[in-house]
T-cell receptor, first 110, second 116 residues
Framework: QQPVQSPQAVILREGEDAVINCSSS?????VHWYRQKHGEAPVFLMI?????EQKGHEKISASFNEKKQQSSLYLTASQLSYSGTYFC???????????FGRGTSLIVHP | DTGVSQDPRHKITKRGQNVTFRCDPI?????LYWYRQTLGQGPEFLTY????????KSRLLSDRFSAERPKGSFSTLEIQRTEQGDSAMYLC??????????????FGQGTRLTVV
């Protein structure tokens, strides 16, 4: 079942912060985050495994609350290059297949 | 390492024709996925291979779709008797799986199919 992402769209000024949420009705083993720019392939950002681990990637970090079956992606001091559509992919136990949400469009203005 | 490559990048075909797409994964990757993406949507799972074995196929996939991965290397996705609803971006992804949940997938640039 497809995870639900919120919000659908975010518009920011350079330097502002944003949070993108991903939730599932199914028990999850892992959550993956990708960014896709228009006309390009999705690019892997990070994977979070069961265990509530919080990971970071420069100014982009994420958390995974397995009890709530939720993950959040945190973008700090956003840069113009952060613009794109962010997808979460969830993987439930016993599956090896990421199922993606509809995406969150992030636009960063100067 | 040149990443995941897909061919062709664009394909325009008439309704009813057959089309075949190719995906070359990253060489040491043992898992290969096909996804379909339409405008404003996330990638939708089609099928998945571990080495040469096709382990899962989406229930949404009609019998007109078939995929192969001979010798566990490149993969092909064929669509027979194309319909306008097949118009989409077809994405291939590969990963080197070491266990459950370890599916950092690298995507190719995709093949954009337009059925007229």
């Amino acid at each position: 079942q497809q995870p639900v992402q919120s919000p659908q769209a975010v518009i920011l000024r350079e330097g502002e912060d944003a949070v993108i949420n991903c939730s599932s009705s199914k028990a999850l083993y892992s959550v993956h985050w990708y960014r896709q720019k228009h006309g390009e392939a999705p690019v892997f950002l990070m994977i979070l495994l069961k265990g509530g681990e919080q990971k970071g990637h420069e100014k982009i970090s994420a958390s995974f609350n397995e009890k709530k079956q939720q993950s959040s992606l945190y973008l700090t001091a956003s840069q113009l290059s952060y613009s794109g559509t962010y997808f979460c992919g969830t993987e439930k136990g016993g599956s090896y297949i990421p199922t993606f949400g509809r995406g969150t469009s992030l636009i960063v203005h100067p | 390492d040149t990443g995941v490559s897909q061919d062709p990048r664009h394909k325009i075909t008439k309704r009813g024709q057959n089309v075949t797409f190719r995906c070359d994964p990253i060489s040491e990757h043992n898992r290969l996925y096909w996804y379909r993406q339409t405008l404003g949507q996330g990638p939708e799972f089609l099928t998945y291979f571990q080495n040469e074995a096709q382990l899962e196929k989406s229930r949404l996939l009609s019998d007109r779709f078939s995929a192969e991965r001979p010798k566990g290397s490149f993969s092909t996705l064929e669509i027979q008797r194309t319909e306008q609803g097949d118009s989409a971006m077809y994405l291939c992804a590969s990963s080197l799986a070491r266990g459950q949940g370890d599916t950092e997938a690298f995507f190719g640039q995709g093949t954009r199919l337009t059925v007229v």
